[in-house]
């Protein structure tokens, strides 16, 4: 079927407010990652999940940053009280597998937040 | 913690010959997956290869192929037959197995252009 989808593709948002974004996966994937890309450097990794189990949050900036997945498919990626910090692209990848193969990653456009 | 370093930031190559795009990682692993991604100006990452750390052989995709010295944890790639729309940013990319596994970390990238 269709790769991964993400919504919106372009977020503009004044300092301090609230957004949310939104990753289709590639259906029957059991994996999915949050990545966050800073403007010229490669991505780095926010949080994990297998179907709607959170695994790994470890690179979740701060408290502000909150992720869920709370049927195994669709996850939100949500951003409180945003800084102009959090301006990035952020990237949603999808996976076959769970922890273990190795299994390549699909990864979405991305959505690309500028916070003013 | 595992790193991965991409120590050319910017690289040209004409239109049919080939380059070499360089990795090193550190990691105290022994079983781990390497990447190499490309990620062309409109922003979806596609895999290009996939290395598997306990095969001594190195990986090979058509006009792409890697060299992987694993005692050195070097992780290069060969592109081949350059064409111009291989032109592009390459992430290197580490991943390993087991607990804690699953999540890439990827290089800081190399962006490269073809020139015709």
């Known amino acids: 079927g269709a790769g991964v989808s993400q919504s919106p593709r372009y977020k503009v948002a004044k300092r301090g407010q609230d957004v949310a974004l939104r990753c289709d996966p590639i259906?029957?994937?059991?994996?999915l990652f949050w990545y966050q890309q800073a403007l010229g450097q490669g991505p780095e990794f926010l949080t994990y999940?297998?179907?709607?189990?959170?695994?790994?949050k470890s690179g979740l900036p701060s408290d502000r940053f909150f992720a869920e997945r709370p049927e195994g498919s669709v996850s939100t990626l949500k951003i409180q009280r945003t800084q102009q910090e959090d301006s990035a692209v952020y990237l949603c990848?999808?996976?076959?597998?769970?922890?273990?193969?190795?299994?390549?990653?699909?990864f979405g456009p991305g959505t690309r937040l500028t916070v003013l | 913690a595992q790193t991965v370093t991409q120590s050319q930031p910017e690289m040209s190559v004409q239109e049919a010959e080939t380059v070499t795009l360089s990795c090193t990682y550190d990691?105290?692993?022994?079983?781990?997956?390497l990447f190499w991604y490309k990620q062309p100006p409109s922003r979806q990452m596609i895999l290009v290869i996939r290395?598997?750390?306990?095969?001594?052989q190195n990986a090979t995709e058509n006009r792409f192929s890697v060299n992987f010295q694993k005692a050195a944890k070097s992780f290069s790639l060969k592109i081949s037959d350059s064409q111009l729309g291989d032109t592009a940013m390459y992430f290197c990319?580490?991943?390993?197995?087991?607990?804690?596994?699953?999540?890439?970390?990827f290089g800081q990238g190399t962006e490269l252009s073809v020139k015709p």
């Open positions: 990848a999808s996976s076959a597998q769970g922890l273990a193969g190795g299994s390549e990653q699909f």
């Open positions: 259906s029957g994937h059991v994996s």
């Open positions: 999940f297998q179907n709607e189990a959170q695994l790994d």
């Open positions: 990691t105290s692993e022994n079983n781990y997956y």
């Open positions: 290395q598997e750390a306990y095969k001594q």
């Open positions: 990319a580490f991943m390993k197995t087991g607990n804690q596994g699953g999540k890439l970390i």
